[in-house]
């Protein structure tokens, strides 16, 4: 009986051994891209509270990012699977290859290419600034004036916390409040828990057509690209859907979900 114990102990330890091995065979091909984190799937995350890149539609989650996702995973011929994180989640998901890629306008700086390769860039966002009627901010340059030093909502770590952390907080200029939510830091504002908001201006809008009393100033904060985050060792998936999305740009499919949701004035 002992005999038949240790072998069956020897087979089920070198089941366990090729098990181990066949998934470390399939994260080094994964590091090449040979596999996405699930076969035949293209897992997609993002923060679904960025109006009109990628938001809650009753069960699902749609808008421009998330249809651009899903034209490149059927070129692909994959599946696509959007898992809604926080935005300071992201990033990390996609290093650490829980994720095949970040998607959630997410704009190309020299500090996020440090730890991830991105795509080409697909669209061009605005950081603008929100404040309420009757606000003394009237323009950007209110914000750094000397002696100003405002409250200043922001997104935790999206490019308007990035931009006025380096160009206000750490100058001395301004008081930075970071909340989860794009929408926690409007609320903030229309209490007046902060001065104003910075953030994207297609999310802006969406914010200020539901509260009474908020306006856009008429003058930009920052402007930036758009792309996708990849793992830096996963280029050959980086590369297959970049492909794909530099032909879905050119035969205008991107300008068409772009148009769906963005109406020019």
């Known amino acids: 009986m002992k005999k038949i114990m240790r072998v069956a102990i020897i087979i089920l330890t070198l089941a366990a051994l090729l098990i181990s091995v066949s998934a470390c065979q399939r994260r ?22 960025f109006p009109p890149y990628e938001f809650w539609d009753g069960g699902r989650i749609v808008g421009i990012d998330a249809e651009i996702a899903d034209a490149i995973a059927n070129k692909l011929g994959l599946r696509l699977r959007i898992d809604d994180i926080d935005f300071n989640a992201i990033l990390p998901a996609v290093t650490s290859g829980r994720a095949d890629m970040g998607m959630a306008g997410m704009t190309v700086t020299e500090e996020r290419k440090q730890s991830v390769n991105f795509s ?22 209110d914000l750094s004036a000397e002696g100003a030093n405002f409250n200043i909502g922001v997104q935790e770590a999206t490019t308007g916390d990035l931009y006025t952390t380096w160009d206000l907080e750490d100058e001395g200029l301004a008081t930075i409040h970071r909340f989860r939510r794009g929408a926690d830091a409007v609320q903030a504002l229309v209490t ?29 904060f920052a402007v930036e ?13 980086r590369d297959a859907v970049d492909g794909a999305l530099r032909d879905l740009i050119a035969d205008g499919t991107v300008q068409r979900i772009i148009d769906k949701y963005i109406k020019v004035d």
């Open 28 to 49: 080094a091909a994964a590091g090449s891209g040979g596999f996405t984190v699930e076969e035949g799937v293209l897992v997609m995350v993002t923060n679904a509270e």
């Open 120 to 141: 080409t860039s697909y669209a061009t966002g605005v950081q603008v600034i929100i404040v309420r009627d009757g606000s003394p901010i009237t323009n950007a340059d």
């Open 192 to 220: 007046g828990r902060v001065d104003c908001v910075v953030i994207d201006n297609e999310p802006a809008k969406a914010f200020v057509a539901m509260n009474r009393g908020l306006r856009i100033l008429d003058t930009e």
């Open 225 to 237: 690209n758009y792309a996708i985050a990849f793992a830096l060792e996963n280029t050959a998936l």
